[in-house]
């Protein structure tokens, strides 16, 4: 089925006219497709692999929730496509999450209960917040059971595991000295299962749909790396595509928070920026429709989605060691004339995600236009 057939079937229900416009389910494929690395041509398979879930797949995911803030909630309802998320994420059966779903009380863990029953070994189950371990768990209890419990009950029925968050992922904020509950990551607790780790605080929205969107695509989850996170996402360090980058290269540092350099887009290394330590997507990808994130806005990465996250990066104003590739200081005399060029350079790692978007945004369209002319000659 190409795009445009299952665009017309949206239509048919009134999908696209009632909630999302043909334009952004386009856009949002072909975003889908540049964030996992495909070429623009697997944006029907995209729209495709949508459409069937909507129709007929849906798998069943419950989203559970123990030691946290919700902010991976938070950040998944705030996705870069609100609608077209929503429309995932209702078009998944999302048979449990106690922020989301109106049912409270027994009502709700009923509806954990016959997920369980009824997609035992289908089961996608998302875990958001850290695993306390100490005192037999006592320290987060929903419906009367541990975490833990909660967790030994689900994990023979769940196909895999996505801890979304750092706290769920490695421990996060709970597990900080002196980690009074004993918390623990996802992966210390369950065994027998895939986990797929996207780490954060929060997780970025569109990494949490790009595995979703990848899974509905391939039937697998993607690729990851040691640490269980997913490489399209976190091959790299935040330091490698950070726009503030050539002015680490050529040794030109923000000293202060209102300093020259601060004012002119220096790097925050000496302020005790982690980018050189901490593998993310927040440099090329951003956050809110590409619009910012933490370092553009003049604060130094503090390492948030990285494993022992708190401890290892406090205090989060002082720098961290560096053991090869420190830039080499410039004069002051010429740190004007560099400024000019090296502002240039600094754009090109999320100017070159921009390009590819937009190329497969408008191949999307493309797609769309050549398929109403086709229908409009037959
Ligand atoms: S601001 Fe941080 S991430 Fe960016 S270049 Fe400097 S040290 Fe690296």
Redesign the pocket.
Known sequence: MSAIEVLERWEERGYLDDRISRREFLKFCGRMAVLLGLSNSMIPQIAEAVEQTVQQRRPSVIWLEFQDCAGNTESFTRANSPSVSQAVLESISLDYHETLMAAAGHQAEEARQRALEENSGKLIVVVEGSIPTKDDGVYCTVGGKTALQILQEVEPHALAFVAVGTCAAFGGIPMARPNPTGAVGLESVIRTKPIINAPGCPANPDVMMGILVHYLVFGRLPELDAKKRPLFAFGKR??DT?E??PH?DAGQFALSFDDFGARNGF???KLG?K??ETYNICASWRWNMGASWP?KAGH??IGCSEPAFWDRFTPFYERIPLAAGFGVEARADDIGKVAVGVTAAGIAAHAIYTAAVRKAEQKAVELDKKGKEESNES
């Open positions: 935040i330091h950070c503030r980058r680490f790097c925050l290394y920026c980018g050189p370092v130094p990465c």
